[in-house]
């Protein structure tokens, strides 16, 4: 069987250019990024290149433990679904596009089994399907697996950056800041700002800081929690908070849910915290 194998493997590695040329020719040609119908040249010429690179993959499986295959085809892919995110190319069009490949991969097996002088019988071709066939579908799920984490990765990223830039602590004066905190706040918000006013109170040498909360309608058990977190922790590095602008609403539902604010220096508004610090803001 490996005379046959070597035999096969060395007629899919001559017809390589061929097979990605046909490969090419049968791909729906989307407006979208690798796949446009308005890629360049080296766009092209790229991606018919990662694609020979598959099948030589695919190839050299014929003669591979799964163990081998699967740890070249990892990082293989990682490097790949990178390349793909960066040009925005939607999962499916690759997805597509590696099962346009195992299609063409068997037509030529096809044309092999037809020419060749070598006795090929259902044993050869079932042991051929298994090998190029579950190393197809490792190649797309493995794309897939580190397409998904690395698009995680970034959205999660994305939107701890988000969070800190809709959190800005405002320098004020030498050591006094404003924190003003606007609309809904989930956990992830919460923990997001928690740990971006602590870090920006202690680069600005913050002593004081005051968190308007006249923007959020609605405060549950566990952002409450959270803010509470973040007071005590402010204080440990010396910052005192005052509290302003919590509405009746909020303030009604935290009474409800058995939240004290009177362990907490708190002002009606932002303009009666300035003049409790003596902050003095010129009419222009």
């Not at 030589?56 to 293989?76: G, T, V």
């Not at 099962?99 to 092999?112: D, E």
């Not at 690395?150 to 800190?164: D, T």
């Not at 907490?264 to 508004?269: C, H, K, L, V, W």
Request: charged letters at 25%; a negative charge; aromatic letters at 8%.
């Amino acid at each position: 069987m490996e005379t046959k194998s070597k035999a096969l493997y060395d007629y899919l590695i001559t017809h390589s250019d061929e097979i990605i040329e046909d490969w090419y020719s049968l791909m729906p040609k989307s407006t979208e990024a690798d796949y446009s119908l308005n890629g360049s040249i080296h766009t092209i010429n790229a991606l018919k290149k990662q694609f020979k690179e598959y099948l030589f993959l695919i190839a050299n499986s014929l003669f591979q433990s799964e163990e081998e295959r699967d740890y070249i085809i990892k990082e293989r892919t990682l490097s790949i679904a990178e390349v793909r995110l960066e040009s925005g190319t939607p999962l499916s069009n690759s997805i597509n596009a590696a099962g346009l490949l195992r299609r063409v991969i068997w037509k030529y097996t096809q044309k092999f089994i037809d020419i060749t002088s070598l006795d090929i019988t259902f044993k050869d071709i079932f042991f051929w399907e298994e090998k190029f066939n579950s190393t197809i579908d490792q190649l797309t799920h493995s794309y897939t697996e580190n397409y998904t984490n690395i698009l995680i990765k970034r959205i999660h990223s994305q939107s701890n950056l988000i969070n800190e830039l809709s959190s800005p602590v405002i320098k004020l004066t030498e050591n006094i800041g404003l924190l003003p905190i606007v609309g809904d706040i989930d956990s992830t918000r919460a923990r997001a700002i928690n740990e971006s006013t602590l870090q920006q109170s202690a680069d600005n040498q913050i002593s004081k800081l005051i968190i308007d909360l006249s923007g959020v309608f609605i405060v549950d058990t566990l952002v409450a929690h959270r803010l509470f977190q973040m007071i005590e922790a402010l204080k440990l590095i010396g910052v005192e908070v005052i509290m302003t602008g919590i509405r009746a609403e909020v303030a009604q539902t935290s009474i409800q849910l058995g939240i004290d604010f009177s362990c907490i220096q708190t002002e009606s508004s932002v303009n009666q915290a300035f003049t409790k610090l003596g902050i003095i803001i010129k009419e222009q």
